[in-house]
């Protein structure tokens, strides 16, 4: 895949009409916005077009209302915080491609804001559908894709436009292209991955293509126990997908003939259950990884898998980590996940973080600031660093 890709500022965009795909999902509460950092995060981009004098149409999807008219995923909420932030009116649409909106977008002038409604109200959406891709387009003159956390997806309003219509990026794709492209493109070694987290399936399967690009693949978090079930230990009740574990034979003997090193917990933390309330007190003790006791369930890395994970970090030149490396959202189980980024904050190396909970957790506990980037894609970073064609960036120009 090309990470070249031309942005707002490689097209002429003074006059025309501009979609701009906006990653506006955010989190809400009984109608309310609970964090708008996401609509923050899409300003710079917008207010370029608006300051060159564009005609803005931003669209995003919320939420999966799979092709229903859902009122509580109505981007209404997003229109009044996104015009509070502008400082200017953002015309809300009350469709996405019916007659309000097509009226709307060619009354824009120069300048102005409008904001589609929810894209995933239309059936067509998810299913990439020409028909709704040439509807979308028929509205404007470029795309822009702004929201690289669905760009991962090929879906009518991150993908299927760009086949009729010129296509650059906004600032969030180009900087999440260009940071990642780079670190990948040709990584400064040694380059160390490190994966961790709950979503157990889905990152298993990252590992065949990561391997061929690491020097060091380091599992921790709840992923870790499908792999020490594969070496034969027992895991207690402990995460576990047993489908996966012939799977992760498999991959340990790929990483031994790459001569990749693949670091696994030597110990772990366990506790009789999950703790419920998830922040609530828990009783702890560490075993080693090959001496787990049956009914006990590991929620974090032990004390000397943190050195050695650590370790590998500091002396990495590229890192990328997905995935907390236990439950850090509890003060007694966020030690490994609390190692794991201070030793990325205190390396020289490029770091990069994606993946909800994992920028979640370097945020919470202060180490943001020192880490290179933290993408705001989870999926879409993961599909990323394994080197994957994402759909959202390819449809894009080539510089
Ligand atoms: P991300 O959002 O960074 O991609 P995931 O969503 O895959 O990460 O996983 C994050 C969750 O994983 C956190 O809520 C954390 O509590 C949980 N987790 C980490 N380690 C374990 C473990 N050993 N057992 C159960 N849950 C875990
Ligand atoms: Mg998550």
Same mark, same amino acid.
């Given at each position: 895949?090309?990470?070249?890709?031309?942005?707002?500022?490689?097209?002429?965009?003074?006059?025309?009409? #501009?979609?701009?795909?906006?990653?506006?999902?955010?989190?809400?509460?009984? !109608?309310?916005?609970?964090?708008?950092?996401?609509?923050?995060?899409?300003?710079?981009?917008?207010?370029?077009?608006?300051?060159?004098?564009?005609?803005?149409?931003?669209?995003?999807?919320?939420?999966?209302?799979?092709?229903?008219?859902?009122?509580?995923?109505?981007?209404?909420?997003?229109?009044?915080?996104?015009?509070?932030?502008?400082?200017?009116?953002?015309?809300?649409? @009350?469709?996405?491609? =019916?007659?309000?909106?097509?009226?709307?977008? $060619?009354?824009?002038?120069?300048?102005?804001?409008?904001?589609?409604?929810?894209?995933?109200?239309?059936?067509?959406?998810?299913?990439?559908?020409?028909? %709704?891709?040439?509807? %979308?387009?028929?509205?404007?003159?470029? +795309?822009?894709?702004?929201?690289?956390?669905?760009?991962?997806?090929?879906?009518?309003?991150?993908?299927?436009?760009?086949?009729?219509?010129?296509? #650059?990026?906004?600032?969030?794709?180009?900087?999440?292209?260009?940071?990642?492209?780079?670190?990948?493109?040709?990584?400064?070694?040694?380059?160390?991955?490190?994966? !961790?987290?709950?979503?157990?399936?889905?990152?298993?399967?990252? /590992?065949?293509?990561?391997?061929?690009?690491? @020097?060091?693949?380091?599992?921790?978090?709840?992923?870790?126990?499908?792999?020490?079930?594969?070496? =034969?230990?027992?895991?207690?009740?402990?995460?576990?997908?047993?489908?996966?574990? @012939?799977?992760?034979?498999?991959?340990?003997?790929?990483?031994?003939?790459?001569?990749?090193?693949? %670091?696994?917990?030597?110990?772990?933390?366990?506790?009789?259950? +999950?703790?419920?309330? /998830?922040?609530?007190?828990?009783?702890?003790?560490?075993?080693?990884?090959?001496?787990?006791?049956?009914?006990?369930?590991?929620?974090?890395?032990?004390?000397?898998?943190?050195?050695?994970?650590?370790?590998?970090?500091?002396?990495?030149?590229?890192?990328?980590?997905?995935?907390?490396?236990?439950? +850090?959202?509890?003060?007694?189980? $966020?030690?490994?996940?609390?190692?794991?980024?201070? $030793?990325?904050?205190?390396?020289?190396? /490029?770091?990069?973080?994606?993946?909800?909970?994992?920028?979640?957790?370097?945020?919470?506990?202060?180490?943001?600031?020192?880490?290179?980037?933290?993408?705001?894609?989870? !999926?879409?970073?993961?599909? +990323?660093?394994? =080197?994957?064609?994402?759909?959202?960036?390819?449809?894009?120009?080539?510089?």
């Amino acid at each position: 895949m090309n990470y070249n890709k031309k942005s707002i500022e490689d097209i002429e965009v003074a006059g025309k009409r #501009v979609l701009c795909r906006c990653d506006f999902n955010v989190p809400t509460k009984a !109608g309310v916005i609970t964090s708008d950092k996401r609509i923050v995060a899409a300003l710079p981009t917008i207010q370029y077009l608006v300051s060159h004098k564009a005609k803005v149409i931003l669209c995003s999807h919320m939420g999966k209302p799979k092709g229903e008219w859902k009122p509580e995923l109505s981007l209404k909420v997003v229109a009044k915080r996104l015009s509070e932030l502008l400082g200017q009116e953002v015309i809300m649409a @009350d469709d996405v491609v =019916g007659e309000d909106a097509k009226a709307k977008a $060619a009354a824009l002038q120069d300048g102005q804001v409008m904001l589609l409604e929810n894209t995933r109200y239309m059936k067509g959406e998810t299913k990439n559908d020409p028909e %709704l891709s040439k509807e %979308l387009a028929s509205m404007a003159d470029i +795309f822009v894709n702004d929201a690289f956390g669905s760009a991962h997806r090929a879906h009518s309003s991150t993908a299927g436009v760009a086949d009729y219509l010129p296509a #650059v990026c906004g600032y969030l794709v180009e900087k999440e292209v260009s940071i990642m492209g780079k670190a990948l493109a040709n990584p400064e070694r040694p380059f160390v991955a490190i994966l !961790g987290g709950a979503k157990i399936s889905d990152k298993l399967n990252v /590992i065949n293509n990561l391997l061929e690009k690491v @020097d060091t693949l380091i599992i921790g978090g709840g992923m870790a126990y499908t792999f020490l079930a594969a070496k =034969g230990y027992s895991v207690g009740n402990s995460l576990l997908d047993e489908s996966k574990i @012939d799977y992760c034979k498999d991959m340990m003997v790929k990483a031994e003939a790459k001569g990749v090193k693949l %670091l696994l917990p030597i110990d772990t933390v366990v506790a009789d259950s +999950f703790p419920s309330p /998830i922040d609530g007190p828990v009783d702890v003790q560490t075993v080693a990884a090959d001496a787990m006791p049956e009914g006990k369930e590991g929620l974090d890395i032990g004390e000397k898998t943190r050195a050695l994970f650590a370790e590998a970090a500091k002396n990495a030149k590229t890192v990328v980590w997905n995935g907390p490396m236990g439950v +850090f959202e509890n003060p007694t189980l $966020a030690a490994g996940t609390i190692a794991v980024a201070q $030793a990325l904050a205190e390396s020289d190396a /490029i770091t990069i973080v994606g993946g909800g909970d994992s920028a979640a957790a370097c945020e919470q506990l202060g180490f943001a600031d020192k880490i290179t980037h933290i993408s705001t894609g989870g !999926g879409a970073s993961l599909e +990323f660093l394994e =080197g994957l064609e994402l759909p959202g960036i390819a449809c894009l120009q080539d510089k």
